[in-house]
């Protein structure tokens, strides 16, 4: 589980015409991160690493890089606090 109040990813998204499923979780594997459950919707493949709902509102952000050529992307948030905030 996260830690409360870092800024953490919280979706691994990997373009459907870059990557397939197999590929996209031996990335997420290698690289230490939840794989197991993903959402094929839209031109995306998205792998969540914790409930969105633990999120600050309006504290994320979004990276995108290349791993072997292909595009991966990020959504980052910052977690609630203990408070809520």
């Given at each position: 589980?996260?830690?409360k109040?870092?800024?953490?990813?919280?979706?691994?998204?990997?373009?459907?015409?870059?990557?397939n499923v197999?590929?996209?979780?031996?990335?997420l594997?290698a690289?230490?991160?939840?794989y197991?459950?993903?959402?094929?919707?839209?031109?995306?493949?998205?792998?969540?690493?914790?409930?969105?709902?633990?999120c600050?509102?309006?504290?994320?952000?979004?990276?995108?890089?290349?791993?072997?050529?292909?595009?991966i992307k990020?959504?980052?948030?910052?977690?609630k606090?203990?408070?809520?905030?």
């Amino acid at each position: 589980m996260p830690v409360k109040g870092k800024v953490l990813p919280q979706t691994f998204l990997f373009p459907k015409d870059e990557w397939n499923v197999a590929q996209a979780k031996a990335w997420l594997k290698a690289h230490a991160k939840k794989y197991g459950k993903v959402d094929a919707k839209g031109g995306h493949y998205r792998f969540r690493q914790f409930d969105p709902k633990v999120c600050r509102a309006g504290r994320y952000g979004t990276k995108v890089w290349k791993s072997g050529g292909k595009e991966i992307k990020a959504v980052f948030c910052a977690r609630k606090t203990s408070k809520g905030r």
